[in-house]
């Protein structure tokens, strides 16, 4: 447990610096789309610390898939169910996210799909990694049983 937590931190370190830059992201979007054009101190301020405090959580809690004992389909649904509540809950700190039924059913929605293409798009990568791996494997197990 101390080994996930440090891990953790560590991670979490790591990805919480980039908070801030994703935050002026969405900001200069939102002055583009949104006619947002000036923010109070009290607003920019909830926006520095809570995706600072997202990019934390969200860069340590991949620390998940370093515990052994963890079966890969657990850690997966931990993962993303502490993800799913920290973006809805900075969702709806910042006022991006109308706090209703309705705007909350298409938030999760729209992370539930997200969540599932991009684990998708990273098990073809691992698959097809994995098959190469093998297939080389294969070939360097034919020719050592050829040579001797």
């Known amino acids: 447990m101390k080994k996930f937590v440090l891990e953790f931190l560590r991670r979490g370190f790591i990805a919480a610096g ?23 101190v009290n607003e920019a301020c909830i926006g520095i610390f809570s995706l ?23 850690a997966i649904l931990i993962h993303g169910g502490v993800l799913y509540i920290a973006y809805l809950g900075t969702y709806l700190i910042n006022d991006w996210l ?3 039924v309705i705007p ?12 599932i293409v991009i684990w998708a ?8 990694n994995t098959a190469k791996l ?10 050592l049983s050829s040579g001797f």
């Open 18 to 40: 980039i908070g801030p830059i994703v935050l002026a992201i969405v900001y200069l979007i939102l002055q583009q789309v949104a006619d947002v054009h000036t923010l109070t």
């Open 52 to 74: 600072t405090a997202l990019a934390f959580i969200a860069g340590g809690m991949n620390a998940i898939y370093q515990i052994e004992r963890l079966p890969l389909m657990p």
């Open 98 to 100: 109308d706090f209703g």
């Open 104 to 115: 909350i059913i298409v938030f999760t929605a729209i992370f539930v799909v997200g969540y």
């Open 121 to 128: 798009i990273i098990y073809s990568i691992i698959r097809r």
């Open 134 to 143: 093998n297939e080389m494997l294969k070939k360097k197990q034919q020719n």
